[in-house]
């Protein structure tokens, strides 16, 4: 591995470049692995708004942070809210004490604290966690606004939590500085990624399995030769999970169709999970022919069961008049 770090920083040299990866201390480097380099340019900009002005220099937003996350290929594993420091002294009085606490004469109820944890790739091949958590205080953060910038503060305050609190995770994960200068944001930030090696034969080998793995954990078994599919023959329309049916107008909103080629079944005829009545194909007042696949597609997709028309639409119906 010291010949791979040599290498990157022979290649991405300090003058040069905001290098992103603690080359004097990098792991050895799997076989099934390699580091690639991605690029990313900070503008200093502020209509850009990839960077703020902080304590005589510039420190990245959220939008700059978000570029380094996605260029490093690091992971949200965990993102949630938890109990401010206030809180967790009242929730250990109240265990010793065995008494709830009243919370809705708080006057610290409005605070709220949130923790991100996050999974940074590392050279080895495995990733390293990172949690970090941001509280914010109320009455605080009002000190410091105006009543009506303090006013729109307070309705997204979780969201700011949250945010703020991925951005201290972002930071400790990549080892970004608090500030920069703007002549050391001219230069571009070099993220390590770390990549499975696919010229290694045993890699690529284990990928291809795993493929194999997953389609026929999503599809079944691939059938016998000379055997038959379970799904009816000519051109069926497959339709996405968001299109919808109207079974007395054949109208259908779809966002792709796809057209396979499909062989005769033999097994057992499909019923409805709701009435009972066998599944046979039909044919819209529009004279569009809707095969059993497409009605097990549909309704699969929007309510998860084996349903026929009547009942699919009479779900659907319930569904709409619930949402009022």
């Known amino acids: 591995m010291s010949e791979t770090a040599l290498a990157i920083a022979k290649d991405y040299p300090a003058e040069k470049f905001n290098l992103l990866i603690p080359v004097r201390t990098m792991q050895e480097l799997s076989p099934l692995h390699k580091v690639v380099i991605n690029e990313v340019q900070i503008s200093s900009d502020p209509k850009q708004k990839d960077t703020y002005s902080q304590s005589g220099g510039l420190a990245l937003t959220k939008n700059g942070l978000m570029k380094l996350m996605a260029a490093a290929n690091i992971q949200i594993i965990d993102s949630r809210p938890v109990p401010t420091q206030r809180c967790n002294k009242c929730i250990e009085i109240a265990q010793r004490t065995r008494q709830a606490p009243k919370c ?79 002549q050391e944001l001219q230069k571009p930030f070099a993220v390590a990624l770390v990549m499975p090696n696919m ?47 109207d079974y007395e107008t054949g109208e259908v909103i779809s966002a792709y169709t796809e057209v396979i080629d499909i062989t005769e079944p033999e097994d057992e005829p499909l019923t409805c999970e709701e009435c009972g009545a066998e599944l046979i194909p039909v044919t819209d007042k529009t004279g569009k022919e809707w095969t059993i696949a497409d009605l097990v597609d549909l309704s699969m997709a929007h309510f998860n069961r084996v349903l026929c028309p009547a009942c699919y639409n009479k779900e659907k119906k319930a569904k709409k008049a619930g949402e009022k």
Do not use: W
């Not at 970090?132 to 000190?143: F, G, P, Q, V």
């Not at 305050?157 to 200068?181: D, F, P, V, W």
């Open 104 to 182: 809705f004469e708080c006057p610290y109820i409005d605070d709220v604290a949130h923790q991100v944890t996050i999974a940074v790739p590392e050279p080895s091949g495995t990733y390293r966690t990172v949690r970090a958590t941001k509280e914010i205080r109320m009455e605080d953060s009002k000190a410091t606004m105006k009543d009506s910038e303090f006013k729109q503060f307070a309705k997204f305050r979780t969201e700011h939590c949250e945010s703020k609190a991925l951005n201290r995770a972002l930071r400790e994960g990549l080892m970004i500085k608090s500030t920069y200068t703007a």
């Open 199 to 245: 010229s290694d034969p045993d890699l690529k080998r284990a990928m291809i399995d795993r493929y194999a793995n997953n389609a026929s954990a999503l599809y079944g078994d691939v059938a016998p030769a000379g055997s038959q599919s379970a799904l009816p023959s000519g051109e069926v329309t497959v339709i996405d999970a968001d299109d919808d049916i």
